[in-house]
């Protein structure tokens, strides 16, 4: 990625701000099929399908290749043996350099679980997209991670521009909900 790209979207995410998330604990999770990588090989995930393993872990950020993104897609890879310990499923999503998927998953994500790229539908269906203070689009989707039950239920929403904490609060909510369903449903 260029430099000015990337100092573009340093700028856009210091001065855009979150919308609130419209998903809150309890409500139905939009399923979703979408494309990306995991490893440097293209992929096609449906969301239905993970969630019959067990509880899956959406989380969305601005841009592969950046900064914070680069260090939360680390940490959930240092962190998936955690994850599927409890039973759960971890996909990242984004509306930013979604050409360069298959490398990031590859670099940042270690191979260890899939990207994909957040279409106009899924955004919306999950209040993503992230805008400037004046309420103008970005075009590129915030920072904010869904833990979402076995029955398509969301479980806990994380919704911050800071990385830190993204890992550790949905991976504490995966662990909250396998204390309370042993059996995996």
């Known amino acids: 990625m260029r430099p000015k790209v990337l ?4 700028a856009i995410a210091t001065l855009a701000v979150p919308a609130a ?7 139905k999770a939009p399923m979703f099929v979408g494309k990306g990588a995991v490893a440097g090989k293209p992929i096609t995930f449906t969301l239905a399908t993970q969630l ?3 509880p899956v872990v959406v989380y969305f950020f601005p841009a592969a290749f ?3 993104c680069n260090a939360e897609a680390h940490a959930f890879a240092e962190a998936i043996p955690d994850f599927q310990a409890a039973g759960a499923t971890v996909v990242g999503l984004t509306a930013g350099n979604v050409d360069q998927l298959e ?11 899939p990207v994909l790229a957040a279409t106009p539908q899924i955004i919306a269906g999950y209040d993503v997209r992230l805008k400037k203070p004046d309420g103008t689009d970005t075009n590129i989707t915030n920072r904010t991670s869904y833990v979402i039950a076995p029955d398509g239920k969301i ?4 919704s911050e521009m800071n990385a830190a904490g993204h890992v550790s609060s949905t991976l504490a909510a995966v662990r909250a909900w396998r204390s309370d369903h042993p059996k995996g449903r």
């Open 7 to 10: 100092i573009a979207l340093a």
């Open 21 to 27: 998330a419209n998903l809150t604990t309890g409500a």
């Open 52 to 54: 019959k393993k067990g």
């Open 66 to 68: 950046t900064g914070g």
């Open 103 to 113: 490398k990031f998953s590859s670099e940042y994500c270690a191979g260890k679980f």
């Open 155 to 158: 479980l806990f929403v994380h």
